[in-house]
């Protein structure tokens, strides 16, 4: 029986050609193998192993398709979602675009043929949108960016409804987006609806919208307004002990204050 460490998941490699080898020219790897790769790639992404995660979850992709698994399956279709995901972290725009752009279409696809009854299609679909809009942003395509935006929260809204947790999410990364476009009233219309939805809707971002608000009022030249802000919503990340939102809060603030 072999074991490999969780350390060093480049020995999965290893087994798929020696069972590759085992079965000669155009052997196709067994499945156990595959989903092996698979298991493999979750925990080098959980090590934050990002090469090694992309490379085993290509692999993963690769066996399935030997196996006859099609590509527009629900697995492939989540391990691509995945590996833009992971592309994205590794600044690889290039792939994580290919890789978000193949999971929209097929999502899309079923969506089109199922309805949008199946939320964990619609979901996988948002998060690819979403997913495509931040990595525009980090290219500098803007206007891209916000076009993913907007489609995505029209396609939630449409799909699962104007409450939807999601929304208030896609809302703030837009306004975040036109934030860094220097059109700052569009992003405080953008991130005053996201605050309202997040409020209701999703708690678990309402702190991390409003400091996201506050930024944009201090842009605005309202450092009262702001500051205001930032102190509601260190108060509601202290009592949830999101410890990140903490410290993007304690530094916006610090950066306020030498401002005055």
């Not at 066996?63 to 691509?80: D, H, Q």
């Not at 949108?129 to 980090?138: Q, R």
């Not at 409020?199 to 009022?217: F, G, H, R």
């Not at 605005?220 to 999101?242: F, H, M, Q």
């Amino acid at each position: 029986k072999a074991v490999v460490s969780t350390q060093s998941t480049g020995g999965a490699m290893e087994l798929v050609r020696e069972d590759l080898q085992r079965g000669g020219e155009g052997a196709v790897p067994e499945e156990r193998i595959v989903y092996l790769l698979d298991q493999l790639g979750n925990i080098a992404l959980t090590l934050e192993r990002y090469d090694e995660a992309a490379k085993l979850y290509q692999a993963t992709i690769d066996g399935l398709a030997l196996n006859n698994i099609p590509r527009n399956s629900r697995k492939i279709t989540e391990l691509f979602l995945k590996l833009g995901q992971i592309y994205a972290i590794m600044s690889d725009y290039t792939q994580a675009e290919l890789s978000f752009l193949h999971v929209i279409e097929v999502t899309t696809a079923q969506l089109r043929k199922d309805g949008p009854s199946n939320r964990d299609v619609v979901h996988m679909n948002g998060l690819a949108f979403e997913g495509l809009g931040k990595i525009y942003v980090s290219m500098g395509q803007l206007e891209n960016a916000l076009h993913m935006y907007r489609y995505s929260i029209e396609f939630a809204r449409s799909s699962l409804g104007k409450t939807d947790a999601q929304i208030p999410v896609l809302l703030s990364d837009m306004a975040f987006t036109y934030q860094r476009a220097g059109r700052l009233e569009e992003a405080l219309e953008a991130v005053n609806e996201a605050v309202l939805l997040a409020e209701k809707n999703n708690p678990m971002v309402y702190q991390t919208i409003l400091c996201n608000k506050a930024t944009i009022l201090s842009e605005l030249g309202e450092a009262g307004k702001a500051e205001v802000l930032y102190e509601k919503a260190l108060k509601i990340a202290t009592k949830k002990s999101d410890w990140q939102t903490i410290q993007e809060v304690k530094r916006n603030l610090k950066i306020l204050k030498q401002q005055d």
